[in-house]
T-cell receptor
Framework: EAGVAQSPRYKIIEKRQSVAFWCNPISGHATLYWYQQILGQGPKLLIQFQNNGVVDDSQLPKDRFSAERLKGVDSTLKIQPAKLEDSAVYLC????????????FGPGTRLTVT | AQSVTQPDIHITVSEGASLELRCNYSYGATPYLFWYVQSPGQGLQLLLKYFSGDTLVQGIKGFEAEFKRSQSSFNLRKPSVHWSDAAEYFCAVGTTDSWGKLQFGAGTQVVVTP
């Protein structure tokens, strides 16, 4: 079974530029999560999708971050414009549903904003 | 407020020695608990999980954890550490009413010395 795929693995941009991250979850997983992991901290949930609907985006800075999950499969997370404090690893995870399931994580995208 | 605490930021252990990582949580609802491990540049890998039933759970790589409701703890243990166990370990907690959302602790960095 293929795992969660993410691209790119690394990205360096200047502040005020825009960037997009892509995630392909495990086949058949209805729930998809985007996390932000700042160096030295645990992952923090940004947004949770159930199929193509948003379940929770309360921690997403909506003035600059956006995410979509078209057709309930792949997802894209965008930052526009980026700030220095957005430097972090962005992790995508998926699970079969919204109940008591384990989450399967992708390798992450390391973003550096200069 | 709901919280997950990993009191030890950093632990150094000798190869072959035992390891115990602490995790405490504060949740009103019935929790379900996970331990994940993250190697440098990698995503998170599930070590073990507790949903219900036997409070001593076995995981991969020789790890086990014990759920103690009275102490609100879910400590991770390994009897004999290998050099390959050097990594960062995260405790995560969800509840039956959280729609699958997990809250992660800040992590414990484990260093293994020869």
């Amino acid at each position: 079974e293929a795992g969660v795929a993410q691209s790119p693995r690394y990205k360096i941009i200047e502040k005020r530029q825009s960037v997009a991250f892509w995630c392909n979850p495990i086949s058949g997983h209805a729930t998809l999560y985007w996390y932000q992991q700042i160096l030295g901290q645990g992952p923090k949930l940004l947004i949770q999708f159930q199929n193509n609907g948003v379940v929770d985006d309360s921690q997403l800075p909506k003035d600059r971050f956006s995410a979509e999950r078209l057709k309930g499969v792949d997802s894209t997370l965008k930052i526009q414009p980026a700030k220095l404090e957005d430097s972090a690893v962005y992790l995508c995870a998926s699970s079969p549903g919204t109940g008591a399931y384990e989450q399967y994580f992708g390798p992450g995208t390391r973003l550096t904003v200069t | 407020a709901q919280s997950v605490t990993q009191p030890d930021i950093h632990i150094t252990v000798s190869e072959g020695a035992s390891l115990e990582l602490r995790c405490n949580y504060s949740y009103g609802a019935t929790p379900y608990l996970f331990w994940y491990v993250q190697s440098p540049g990698q995503g998170l890998q599930l070590l073990l999980k507790y949903f219900s039933g036997d409070t001593l759970v076995q995981g991969i790589k020789g790890f086990e954890a014990e759920f103690k409701r009275s102490q609100s703890s879910f400590n991770l243990r390994k009897p004999s550490v290998h050099w390959s166990d050097a990594a960062e370990y995260f405790c995560a907690v969800g509840t039956t009413d959280s729609w699958g959302k997990l809250q992660f602790g800040a992590g414990t960095q484990v260093v293994v010395t020869p």
